[in-house]
């Protein structure tokens, strides 16, 4: 477990921006949540998305209150966000997240996320 308050346990911002993007397909919600639910996953295993960082403590003692009140997200820091996500989708499988997190918990993640994207300067 290292120190969430620090930004060096954050993905790069392209890595950002791809999983922002998603959340319009899941307010659309142009397929099942199923579906929608694995190209998460997908997304964030093939970007390696907080693969280096791994809080269960963080995840235990706090992130429980944003799977109880997803509105806790509208001001959530962007390490929570990316904590949070990360230690769902490396650790656990969909349909286990499923059974544990409603969709709408993760919708609000991701729209929280999008405050977070920005254009990236070449």
Known sequence: MSNIHTTNILPNQKTINSL??????????????????????????????????????WMATCGCDFIANPKLFAVAPLTYICVFLGELFNNLEIDEIQERVSFQVIEQALLRLTAFKMNEIN
């Open 20 to 57: 922002a993007a998603l959340s319009a397909t899941f307010k659309a919600k142009q397929s099942d949540t199923t579906a929608l639910l694995t190209h998460l996953k997908e997304t964030i295993l093939e970007t390696k998305f907080m693969d280096t960082h791994d809080d269960p403590i």
